[in-house]
């Protein structure tokens, strides 16, 4: 069992930053990758970036490409989303996922990640 646990959302001007933090506990995170993902209401869920269990492989959205950066700490059992130049269409309640792998490959399926966090609400204003 590994519990994650997402802070660090907020409310922010077009063009701001944040952070997002998805702390973990439980079993060894090393051993995991970590998505996040991210639903806006009305909308299904859908995939933003992900890192895989040693950093050494990242993935992202076409949408968030070059505006947001995926890291991990895994000494601090944690991953970061920094999320730059944000645009109102970003505004949705975020997840982290955790799915225990220890390829060099990520997976952006969310069916694919079997722990999920509780969610952050992140809102860009125009």
């Known amino acids: 069992q590994v519990v994650l646990v997402e802070s660090g959302g907020g409310l922010v001007q077009a063009g701001g930053s944040l952070r997002l933090s998805c702390a973990a506990s439980g079993r060894t995170f090393s051993n995991y990758a970590v998505g996040w993902f991210r639903q806006a209401p009305g909308k299904e869920r859908e995939f933003v970036a992900a890192?895989?269990?040693?950093?050494?492989?990242?993935a992202y959205a076409d949408s968030v490409r070059g505006r947001f950066t995926i890291s991990r700490d895994n000494a601090k059992n944690t991953v970061f989303l920094q999320m730059n130049s944000l645009k109102p269409e970003d505004t949705a309640l975020y997840y982290c996922?955790?799915?225990?792998?220890?390829?060099?490959?990520?997976?952006?399926?969310?069916?694919?990640?079997?722990?999920w966090g509780q969610g952050t609400q992140v809102t860009v204003s125009s």
């Open positions: 890192i895989n269990y040693n950093g050494g492989s990242t």
């Open positions: 996922a955790g799915k225990f792998s220890l390829r060099f490959g990520i997976s952006r399926q969310s069916s694919e990640y079997a722990y």
